[in-house]
């Protein structure tokens, strides 16, 4: 069984190492540290290996300059193959994406055996420090190089960084926050709470008890189901936690209507301030044919184009998307525009609700702008995006 371990400052996800420990002796443990990479080289990856039962302990340090998973998933065979340890944990450091790296690590290259045929995998945990996080989640201004499903490293905000690792796992596990106010910790946990719903959080009051963890020492069969590259789908169902804990909100804004880019941009100085996380995928106009992926974290938005929406008679796009994909498309298809649909969830402190939905509503398109049809609406203004190519089938 492969268990999983990060965490946003190497004192928390240290701390989670030591209650996963406890709650299995024996599990031997593969500490990764990934650095450089930039401009089109590959990282130097450091590996720690420690750990395992009394009658085969292990103590090995290696690197080498190469594909992180590439390198990671050699290291895991070879563990598999000589072990005796049937529990294995994966610590990952803080500028690796959870998600994208193991889906690319989960991959089976050709000619090699697949990762599944030695591990189930169990579920991730994270150690997070709060006041890191919530000083994270307003960093902007400067960027994270983080490693997930190509070798060399995308920079990303530290603010995007750290909304990730969270959304990415299925155990957190809370510092005491020394030195923080009881208020602060528990609005730090109810933030937690709305970017990842799913999750279980687990405060750490610095006791050596062990037992919550004692579910990441089992595999969990939903983790993997389907394939993790399934989780990377630009068109996915966000999960949304509802009810407002310590003034922390979740707001999920849907529409059927394709928007304007223009009214759009004019609407984000009301829709954004207060929003601390937001994600989803939206229909742009001037677009039609292109899936347009929305993320944000702290106050900077980024749009990117996401590949294509889904169409009748497209059977190799339909064979590529996922299950999940699949499912929604059916669900929410449309006899003339298809799966195309807006979905955003927003996440913040005192959030107007009724103010977001309306100033959103207000940016798709009217009525008569809808029956001008797409040759029309690739003509209008984009300051977001820019012009596309004329596509008015797409």
Known sequence: MLGLVSGNTPESRGRVLDLLRL???????????????????????????????????????QAATGDPAVIIRQDLDTIARTATSPHVVLALPDNVDAVSFLAELWRTPLGRTPLSDHYDLAPLAAGVDPGRLLSDLRCVHRSAHVFGDRPQAVPLT?????????EAAHMMVVRDGRGEDGSRLEGSRALLAHLNPSAEILLD?????????????????TWAAGGL???????????RRRGIDHGVASVLWRSRRPLHPERLAESLPQVM????????HVWMATHPGTVISWRSAGRHLELREA????????????????PQRRTLASWYWDDYYGERRNEILLTGA?????????????????????????EHWACLPDPLLGAAAQDPEG
């Open 350 to 374: 005192e959030l107007d609700e009724d103010r977001l939905r309306a100033a959103l509503d207000a940016a798709v398109l009217d009525d008569r702008e809808l029956a001008l049809g797409a």
């Open 158 to 166: 530290v603010a995007e960084a750290a909304a990730r690792l969270v």
């Open 23 to 61: 709650a299995s002796p024996d599990a031997l443990v593969l500490s990764v540290s990934v650095h450089g990479g930039g401009a089109g080289r590959y990282p130097f990856v450091q590996r720690l290996v420690a750990g395992g039962d009394e009658q085969q302990p292990a103590s090995l340090s």
């Open 273 to 280: 301030p207060a929003v601390v996380r937001s994600r989803g």
């Open 307 to 322: 590949g294509r929406w889904l169409e009748d008679g497209d059977t190799e796009g339909w064979r590529a998307a996922s």
């Open 229 to 239: 590259a399934d989780r990377l789908d630009p068109v996915a169902s966000v999960v």
């Open 205 to 221: 009051a610095g006791d050596r008890d062990s037992a919550p963890l004692t579910t990441l020492t089992r595999s969990d069969s």
